[in-house]
Every structure is written in structure tokens, then in C-alpha cells.
């Protein structure tokens, strides 16, 4: 995408809100295949907004994306990209949306490298962050981002294989990648955690989803301090519900048709609503802040 482009469609709605065209409901629908499609979805995510206009602020950085194919990953993806960042896309099995994830990234005129895998499996990890190196040349920024979730209605029916899985993919991951990319790290380099507002508020349905969210903050605040001498800062973000094929792909018709009512805004988030956290976070606009957590969640205050 040209600057031309970009000056042309930033400018298509002068008049338009920023948030009047966001959906304000979202459909009450379900996957039945987990971690899900954007692809698949009824109700296209919003990515980033037209009227988002980059500023190199990232220009000439590497950044390694988990969970990048779709959701909050792959927005952070793309506004890292429009920001000037190259992008390793770290992702499960869904495909066609890694792919479509990279077009957007190449759209913009960054590099994208699709790296498919578990990130549970630590060889695995060592393995996404070499080739990130090897094939983007150098790695600035790690995004901590997949996640998975299972809910249950009562602590007794969370099998040890869902406990552990859960545990496995949404901070164990965060702690092999952390481990392998650190030699690549240098000063000035930007590590960011996805936890969640379930870490502060409590989920009665996702027990074990909420208490590694809850473990993601702890991991962030003491990586923080653990780094600083070494001039690499940590934080987090901290989404509300956020509409994304997680969510489709884990609850009833009923439950996602009310996602996001409760919060005090009375819709759901977008994507494209949640990556410019991110993008501060890993730009030198946030140069004096590390170990804290970004919220947004739709208005709701919490204890952060």
C-alpha cells in the first residue's frame, strides 16, 4: 500500500466517528472446531481502521506474533506492519487464515513469515524463533498472544489433560519462546504478554483459563524487573471481550449473541480497537513504562 493509498482511504469518511460503523452486537453463532475461524465467521472482525495512518514507529523492526492468523494477533500483525515492523506469524493449524493474515501484512509492504506449530512443544518454540531469525534477520519485538479456553461449569469437570493444555499453551508457551528469543533481544527490545480482564474480575467458567491470565500478570511484572538492566521492557495488555473466532469457537449461540452487552460501552470490542495498545507498547512512546498492564475492555475499571 502506498502512502497515496493510505491518504486516500483515511480520508474516505472525514465526517464518520471512529467507532459509529462497529458492530454493536455480535451474532449469535458457533464453531465447532477449536481455536476457530475468522474465515468462518458470519461477522468479519474489524482488522484496522481505515482512517489508521502509521508512522513508522516501528520502521525496521522484527516482530514474532503468537496466535497471529486471526483475532487480536492478527490486528496486532497488521498495525505492526502499517508501523513499519516485519512480521513472524506464529499459528496452529488454521491456514487460510494465517494466509490471509500474511497478504495483509505484505499489503502494507512489510515481510510476513507463516510459521505453523504448537507452541506447547518447546522444540517447537526454539525452532519459530531461529527461523524468525535466520529468515527475517534480526527480533525486536515477541508477542505473547495465543490462547485457548475450555469452559466447564464446575472446577470437578476440568480433566488433568484440559488443566494441563490450557496451562501449556497460555504460559508455559510464554516462558519457551521468552527463553529462546532472550540471546536474540537486544537493548531496547520489546516483549508484550496478552492476559485478560478474567485475570482481575474471575471467570466462573474458565477456572483454569482466568488463572493463567492471572499468571500472565505475575510473569509480567517479575520479567520486568528480571530484564530492566538489560534495557529490554515487559508488559501486558489486558482485552475485554473482544470479538474473535475464540469466542464462537468456544461458547453457546446464547452466550456469544451477549458478548461484550455487560460492559459499561454495550458492545463488544474489534481487533482493530485492541492493537494500537500494542503498538505503544512496543514503540518508543512507551519508553519510560514497563511491567504494567494495558485495558482495553469496554469502560470496565479494574484493579490493574
Keep these: ?14 465526517e464518520t466517528a471512529a467507532t459509529e460503523n462497529l458492530p454493536q ?3 449469535g453463532e458457533t464453531q465447532e472446531q477449536r ?7 458470519s461477522l468479519t472482525p474489524v482488522v484496522i481502521r481505515d482512517d489508521y495512518r502509521g508512522s513508522d514507529k516501528l520502521r525496521g523492526k522484527v516482530a514474532l506474533i503468537t496466535g497471529g492468523d486471526s483475532g487480536i494477533g492478527r490486528a496486532v500483525a497488521v498495525h505492526f506492519a502499517r508501523e513499519g ?13 494465517a494466509q490471509a493474515t500474511l497478504e495483509m501484512v505484505q499489503a502494507e509492504g512489510r515481510r510476513g513469515l507463516l510459521v505453523p506449530g504448537d507452541i506447547g512443544d518447546v522444540a517447537f518454540c526454539q525452532q519459530a524463533v531461529q527461523r524468525t531469525v535466520s529468515e527475517l534477520g534480526r527480533l525486536d519485538i515477541l508477542v505473547n498472544n495465543a490462547a485457548e479456553q475450555h469452559p466447564q461449569d464446575s472446577i470437578t469437570d476440568i480433566t488433568p489433560e484440559q488443566l494441563e493444555r490450557t496451562f501449556r499453551t497460555n504460559i508455559f508457551a510464554m516462558f519457551y519462546l521468552t527463553q529462546a528469543a532472550l540471546p536474540h ?8 504478554n496478552t492476559t485478560s480482564i478474567t485475570a482481575y474480575k474471575g471467570s466462573p467458567q474458565l477456572l483454569d483459563y482466568s488463572s493463567t491470565k492471572g499468571a500472565i500478570v505475575a510473569f509480567t511484572r517479575s520479567l520486568s524487573q528480571n530484564l530492566a538492566e538489560q534495557g529490554i521492557r515487559v508488559n501486558a495488555v489486558a482485552p475485554g471481550p473482544i470479538w474473535t473466532p475464540l ?3 468456544t461458547f453457546t449461540e446464547e452466550r456469544v449473541a451477549e458478548h461484550g452487552q455487560d460492559t ?3 458492545r463488544p470490542g474489534q481487533p482493530a ?8 507498547l512496543a514503540s518508543d512512546d512507551s519508553s519510560y513504562i514497563s511491567g504494567q498492564v494495558l485495558h482495553p475492555n469496554g469502560g470496565e475499571v479494574v484493579n490493574g
Design 1 to 14: 500500500m502506498t502512502d497515496q493509498d493510505r491518504d486516500q482511504t483515511s480520508t474516505a469518511q472525514p
Design 25 to 27: 452486537q455480535a451474532p
Design 35 to 41: 481455536p476457530g475461524s475468522e474465515a468462518d465467521m
Design 85 to 97: 515492523a516485519d512480521v513472524a506469524i506464529l499459528y496452529l493449524n488454521e491456514d487460510e487464515d
Design 185 to 192: 533481544l537486544n537493548k531496547g527490545a520489546t516483549i508484550i
Design 247 to 249: 469466542i464462537p469457537s
Design 264 to 266: 459499561p460501552i454495550g
Design 273 to 280: 480497537e485492541v492493537a494500537p495498545s500494542y503498538v505503544f
